[in-house]
């Protein structure tokens, strides 16, 4: 036939050219997958083929408890996020995916506009992967009186933070319960990149959302590290968290730094020191004073957890430097303590040579940024004199003199190396 005649004498034709009838099958099973997710019965070959060519766009019902493979996910955050190390995510690209997805939800719900479901419906996709929540932004809800706006951006108000608006964010609650495997959360209450359209009561933290926040933590059992900076967190906040904190059973980093917190917070933290497995407490850039700070020595001489201390940008003063310092006489667990640009001079640096002596727990202080003097640094300089514990020693704009403080690195420095040398001999035995 004429067809036939054709086909014969096409030069271009070859038998490469017509698809196998498995690789018509394979195209099929990509284009309706949707539909019809097969790929368990597939052989392995066949099923890399297909999750080579699937979309990263389907619908997180098809594909999140169905496919488990790396590569697939991989494509799924590099399409996204310009940005991708999954380092901080357990080298997982699956977890990645479903942490920054959730986060991104998150920073972009508005309170009694968007669609809970949003988030509910991603919770039983996203609930076996999700370890660590870093959400940065908490939108309000969008104001309709404009009187009370124009009120709220009044002087006093604004300047001040006087009439908290009744604006309350996303309560997490229901999500974070929702969490088995949750171990970090890091939250800031405000709203990122406002340019001209800056408020003050967008970067309210109100009383409910505290309240909300503190059960929501609480019921949060496998819980270790809680970071809530930046939201302007004042006593009485910090009093609700840390009543809904004690005898918490898993957690060991509590961060509140950049906050309001005074020292009647302070000593609240105080309590719960003593009253949970805290490794590591931040409470950097606060406004608390020698009262609350020697709340916190009296918890830390008797503490047997805690490892590392940080009260930078506060207002301790050498009261609260000595009573540190007392207490760290005792303590034999500390690590690192970080007491820059606390108003800190001569007679805390006295009672820290005698901690320098004694103590062979710290291998961390920091002093930067105070009023030491010269003959603090010397009192300093003298306690360091048998010390081979400590490791690192920041006296930067600390007045102690440049051969002091020459001399003190010196002493740092061949302990740090002694250290060093130490744990190359006696390397750390391998978890079996």
């Given at each position: 036939s004429y067809y036939t005649h054709r086909v014969v004498q096409d030069p271009e034709w070859s038998l490469a050219t017509v698809p196998h009838l498995t690789e018509l099958c394979l195209q099929h099973i990509v284009h309706n997958f949707e539909n019809n997710p097969i790929l368990d019965r597939l052989l392995p070959k066949h099923q890399r083929k297909v999750l080579d060519r699937l979309s990263t766009g389907l619908p997180l019902a098809v594909t999140a408890n169905l496919i488990s493979d790396e590569d697939y996910w991989k494509r799924c955050c590099t399409e996204r996020w310009q940005v991708c190390d999954i380092s901080n995510y357990g080298d997982s690209w699956k977890r990645m995916f479903f942490e920054r997805h959730l986060e991104n939800i998150l920073k972009c719900f508005i309170p009694n506009t968007t669609d809970p479901n949003q988030v509910l419906e991603l919770i039983p996709f996203c609930k076996d992967y999700v370890r660590k929540l870093e959400v940065d932004q908490f939108l309000p809800p969008v104001e309709v009186d404009q009187k009370e706006e124009r009120d709220d951006l009044s002087d006093t108000g604004s300047d001040f933070g006087f009439g908290e608006v009744s604006m309350h964010h996303y309560d997490l609650g229901v999500l974070i319960t929702a969490l088995p495997h949750l171990e970090e959360l890091h939250l800031t209450y405000g709203v990122k990149d406002c340019g001209m359209n800056f408020e003050w009561n967008l970067f309210n933290f109100t009383h409910q959302d505290c309240c909300n926040l503190a059960v929501a933590v609480k019921m949060c059992h496998n819980l270790k590290v809680f970071k809530l900076t930046r939201s302007k967190v004042d006593d009485d906040k910090t009093g609700l968290l840390v009543r809904n904190l004690l005898d918490h059973p898993c957690l060991v980093e509590l961060n509140l730094s950049h906050n309001l917190i005074r020292d009647k917070g302070a000593q609240a933290v105080g309590k719960l020191i003593n009253r949970s497995r805290l490794e590591i407490l931040d409470l950097c850039n606060n406004q608390i004073?020698?009262?609350?700070?020697?709340?916190?020595?009296?918890?830390?001489?008797?503490?047997?957890?805690?490892?590392?201390?940080?009260?930078?940008?506060?207002?301790?003063?050498?009261?609260?430097?000595?009573?540190?310092?007392?207490?760290?006489?005792?303590?034999?667990?500390?690590?690192?303590?970080?007491?820059?640009?606390?108003?800190?001079?001569?007679?805390?640096?006295?009672?820290?040579?005698?901690?320098?002596?004694?103590?062979?727990?710290?291998?961390?202080?920091?002093?930067?940024?105070?009023?030491?003097?010269?003959?603090?640094?010397k009192q300093l300089l003298e306690g360091l004199a048998d010390n081979k514990a400590l490791t690192e020693f920041d006296l930067r704009l600390a007045e102690v003199g440049q051969e002091t403080e020459y001399l003190i690195h010196q002493i740092v420095w061949a302990n740090r190396e002694a250290a060093r040398l130490g744990s190359l001999q006696h390397p750390p035995a391998k978890p079996l």
């Open positions: 004073h020698h009262v609350g700070a020697q709340a916190l020595a009296r918890a830390l001489a008797e503490n047997s957890t805690l490892t590392s201390l940080n009260l930078r940008l506060n207002h301790v003063e050498d009261k609260g430097g000595e009573s540190i310092g007392h207490a760290l006489l005792t303590n034999t667990t500390l690590k690192s303590i970080h007491l820059g640009s606390n108003n800190l001079s001569e007679p805390t640096a006295m009672l820290f040579s005698q901690v320098l002596a004694q103590n062979t727990t710290l291998m961390s202080i920091n002093f930067s940024c105070n009023h030491l003097g010269l003959d603090g640094g």
